[in-house]
């Protein structure tokens, strides 16, 4: 059950563009903006065994002189569940307003007795990512390394997908997704499936349908193992994940919303 909520934020991860070297790209994005709460219900199996929450900061931050929303996501085990493994997971991103990509990102994992603090700073004008790790015992740890253009951490690559015009795709077309995520730039393919209902704790809702092609790793069945909906409107919010594991299926369950850009879309019953 370690990298639990790593393994639900990787399906989250967005696909990347271009850029020059001496200028950011300008992205539109009418889908969110500061003050936006997402809260979810993660079952394994029939038990509801987590809660994660996902939010923009009310205000704006700046990093490396740039304006950025600080999107945060935190993840806890409940009472019953921290008896088989205690989980306190933060996730944040500094997400640049224009270009829609990480100027700095931050992670500090509890898993049982696993833990992590991980600082990245981004330069998207030289394509590095400088990681700063901090042990045990307090020794600092720290490495540089290249990356594509416009590269994505985990958190930030949720927002960017959802800047996507999906009602120009047709089903099966696919795009691919370039990260980097624990020292390591990773490559993955999306496809889209179309649209369909879905029912959440929020309420029916129709979603486009998106399943990320993992690379091969020990957490999930195979590369077709996630199917991930985002709401079908002008907001693109997340309301529902799945995902086979070799530990059992995990369900990813929209349960409160606020402060959304636009109105959510509920479907008609």
């Given at each position: 059950?370690?990298?639990f909520?790593?393994a639900?934020?990787?399906?989250l991860?967005?696909?990347?563009?271009?850029v020059?070297?001496?200028?950011?790209?300008?992205?539109p994005?009418e889908s969110?903006?500061s003050?936006?709460?997402?809260?979810y219900?993660?079952?394994?199996?029939?038990i509801?065994?987590?809660?994660?929450?996902?939010?923009?900061?009310?205000?704006?931050?700046?990093?490396?002189?740039?304006?950025c929303?600080?999107a945060?996501?935190t993840?806890k085990?409940?009472?019953?569940?921290?008896?088989?493994i205690?989980?306190r997971?933060?996730?944040?991103?500094?997400?640049d307003?224009?270009a829609?990509?990480?100027?700095?990102?931050?992670?500090?994992?509890e898993?049982?007795?696993?833990?992590?603090?991980?600082?990245?700073?981004?330069?998207?004008y030289?394509?590095?990512?400088?990681?700063e790790?901090?042990k045990?015992?307090?020794?600092?740890?720290?490495?540089?390394?290249k990356?594509?253009d416009?590269?994505?951490?985990?958190?930030?690559?949720?927002?960017y997908m959802?800047?996507?015009d999906?009602?120009?795709?047709?089903?099966?077309d696919k795009?691919?997704?370039?990260?980097f995520f624990?020292?390591?730039?990773f490559?993955?393919?999306?496809?889209?499936r179309?649209?369909?209902?879905?029912n959440t704790?929020?309420?029916?809702?129709?979603?486009?349908?998106l399943?990320?092609?993992?690379?091969?790793?020990?957490?999930?069945?195979?590369?077709n193992?996630?199917?991930?909906?985002?709401?079908?409107?002008?907001?693109?919010?997340?309301?529902?994940?799945?995902?086979e594991?070799?530990?059992?299926?995990v369900?990813?369950?929209?349960?409160?919303?606020?402060?959304?850009k636009h109105k959510i879309?509920?479907?008609?019953?």
């Open positions: 059950m370690k990298r909520f790593p639900i934020l990787l399906i991860v967005a696909a990347f563009g271009f020059t070297k001496d200028r950011m790209r300008t992205v994005n969110f903006s003050g936006e709460v997402l809260k219900k993660v079952h394994y199996g029939p509801t065994a987590a809660e994660a929450v996902i939010d923009v900061a009310p205000t704006l931050h700046t990093i490396n002189g740039r304006p929303y600080r945060t996501v993840g085990t409940n009472g019953s569940f921290d008896l088989f205690k989980i997971d933060t996730w944040q991103s500094y997400i307003t224009a829609l990509v990480p100027q700095r990102s931050f992670r500090n994992i898993e049982g007795n696993y833990r992590k603090r991980e600082t990245v700073d981004f330069n998207h030289n394509n590095t990512a400088s990681v790790k901090k045990k015992n307090r020794d600092k740890e720290s490495s540089k390394h990356v594509p416009n590269v994505q951490d985990i958190v930030s690559g949720f927002y959802r800047t996507f999906y009602d120009k795709m047709r089903v099966g795009f691919n997704i370039q990260g624990d020292e390591e730039n490559n993955m393919e999306v496809t889209y179309g649209k369909e209902v879905v704790k929020a309420g029916n809702i129709r979603a486009i349908k399943t990320p092609k993992m690379p091969k790793n020990k957490m999930f069945k195979d590369g193992s996630i199917a991930v909906y985002l709401s079908d409107d002008d907001n693109k919010i997340p309301v529902l994940i799945q995902a594991m070799f530990v059992g299926s369900k990813v369950n929209l349960y409160e919303y606020k402060n959304l879309l509920l479907a008609q019953n």
